[in-house]
């Protein structure tokens, strides 16, 4: 399902929570919101998560918003509140090996349909950032940007987000050279050069090209310095067109 019940309808100005309430409206509960971090990165797991938060001011977070725009310590009591607050949420680790194995659309979608099948209350409505994601069991909604309009892919979009974080800053400790703690694996120029010089780590993804090419798996790039050659903040897996920065 890729519309909402008939009948029902969200205003744009109905705010971060709209979604939800015009759902339950129509007598849908509970709602489940579910997002992913880390699909454009090169580096390290890709995390899904999913939410369904409690209807009334028990479920308004404090601060809740996409977690791409919040700091990292709005992030981090963002995420305590969502923790605290939800009916259910449930987190999925996806590591690298799984990302190269599957390719990264793949790996992204069997994230998303885990985070909501580990939910101790099953939702009988799912929203999800994007992009439609069959197999989950109950209707669902692709919200275009919904990480930034609806409130449970938002709390979903924390979880995810503050867990890979914590999950690559661990990684930076035994990979120092890469300085994942700051980049958490996403293409860089810092992230770039230590790739150049010292090649992948154990836990790059070598599906995506500029690993690949670091690795001397692909040819070097014949000029630096054109212009027209892929950028290499979008150095996208091998056959894949993928989303940076998530």
Same mark, same amino acid.
């Given at each position: 399902?890729?519309?909402?019940?008939?009948?029902?309808?969200?205003?744009?100005?109905?705010?971060?929570?709209?979604?939800?309430?015009?759902?339950?409206?129509?007598?849908?509960?509970?709602?489940?919101?579910?997002?992913?971090?880390?699909?454009?990165?090169?580096?390290?797991?890709?995390?899904?998560?999913?939410?369904?938060?409690?209807?009334?001011?028990?479920?308004?977070?404090?601060?809740?918003?996409?977690?791409?725009?919040?700091?990292?310590?709005?992030?981090?009591?963002?995420?305590?509140?969502?923790?605290?607050?939800?009916?259910?949420? +449930?987190?999925?680790?996806?590591?690298?090996?799984?990302?190269?194995?599957?390719?990264?659309?793949?790996?992204?979608?069997?994230?998303?349909?885990?985070?909501?099948?580990?939910?101790?209350?099953?939702?009988?409505?799912?929203?999800?950032?994007? !992009?439609?994601?069959?197999?989950?069991?109950?209707?669902?909604?692709?919200?275009?940007?919904?990480?930034?309009?609806?409130?449970?892919? +938002?709390?979903?979009?924390?979880?995810?987000?503050?867990?890979?974080?914590?999950?690559?800053?661990?990684?930076?400790?035994?990979?120092?050279?890469?300085? !994942?703690?700051?980049?958490?694996?996403?293409?860089?120029?810092?992230?770039?050069?230590?790739?150049?010089?010292?090649?992948?780590?154990?836990?790059?993804?070598?599906? !995506?090209?500029?690993?690949?090419?670091?690795?001397?798996?692909?040819?070097?790039?014949?000029?630096? +310095?054109?212009?027209?050659?892929?950028?290499?903040?979008?150095?996208?897996?091998?056959?894949?067109?993928?989303?940076?920065?998530?």
């Amino acid at each position: 399902m890729s519309v909402l019940p008939r009948g029902a309808t969200v205003r744009r100005d109905a705010g971060l929570y709209g979604y939800e309430r015009a759902l339950r409206r129509h007598g849908i509960a509970p709602i489940a919101g579910v997002d992913e971090a880390g699909r454009g990165a090169c580096a390290g797991p890709l995390v899904a998560g999913a939410a369904i938060l409690p209807e009334g001011k028990a479920g308004i977070v404090p601060g809740l918003a996409d977690s791409k725009l919040l700091t990292a310590a709005a992030r981090e009591r963002c995420y305590d509140q969502v923790v605290r607050r939800a009916v259910a949420w +449930s987190v999925v680790v996806v590591g690298h090996e799984e990302c190269d194995r599957l390719g990264m659309h793949v790996a992204n979608v069997e994230a998303l349909r885990r985070a909501v099948a580990l939910l101790d209350l099953p939702p009988a409505y799912v929203l999800t950032d994007g !992009f439609p994601v069959d197999g989950l069991g109950v209707p669902g909604l692709a919200v275009w940007k919904g990480d930034r309009v609806a409130a449970c892919i +938002s709390a979903a979009s924390v979880l995810a987000k503050v867990t890979r974080d914590r999950i690559m800053t661990d990684l930076d400790r035994e990979w120092p050279a890469y300085d !994942f703690k700051t980049h958490k694996g996403y293409i860089t120029d810092v992230h770039t050069a230590a790739l150049r010089e010292h090649g992948p780590s154990p836990v790059h993804r070598m599906r !995506f090209v500029n690993v690949r090419r670091a690795a001397g798996l692909e040819p070097p790039l014949s000029d630096p +310095s054109d212009p027209l050659r892929e950028p290499e903040d979008r150095a996208h897996p091998a056959g894949e067109q993928d989303r940076v920065g998530r």
